[in-house]
Nanobody, 123 residues
Framework: VQLQACGGGLVQAGGSLRLSCAASGRTFSSYVSGWFRQAPGREREFVAAITRSGSLTKTADSVKGRFTISRDNAKNTVYLQMNSLKPEDTAVYYC?????????????????WGQGTLVTVSS
């Protein structure tokens, strides 16, 4: 599967953005999906993950209550709704997918990755 992330941009603190990750292929519903982010000078970190059906999600403590992951398998797309953005949310955001597992948090548990989309939050 190929993943294409988009929706990043520049936003003021307190604002919102919705990232999208479009997947190629007809079997996207067979893949668990996740979002990760990498801030300048830092390692990539887990943000959120979602099961194949979308019924269960997992979110990092740092974004819990502000970010929501969802998916629309009919559109082969995973979303990350980001509200109440903070300057520390500034990062390149990556979507990922894998055939195995369920809401995994580790990078090495995902085989497929999108190219990343930059989110910049100004104070």
């Amino acid at each position: 599967v190929q993943l294409q992330a988009c929706g990043g941009g520049l936003v003021q603190a307190g604002g919102s953005l919705r990232l999208s990750c479009a997947a190629s292929g007809r079997t996207f519903s067979s893949y668990v999906s996740g979002w990760f982010r990498q801030a300048p000078g830092r390692e990539r970190e887990f943000v959120a993950a979602i099961t194949r059906s979308g019924s269960l999600t997992k979110t990092a403590d740092s974004v819990k209550g502000r970010f929501t992951i969802s998916r629309d398998n009919a559109k082969n797309t995973v979303y990350l709704q980001m509200n109440s953005l903070k300057p520390e949310d500034t990062a390149v955001y990556y979507c990922a997918a894998d055939r195995d597992g369920s809401r995994q948090r580790r990078e090495d548990e995902y085989e497929y990755w999108g190219q990343g989309t930059l989110v910049t939050v100004s104070s």
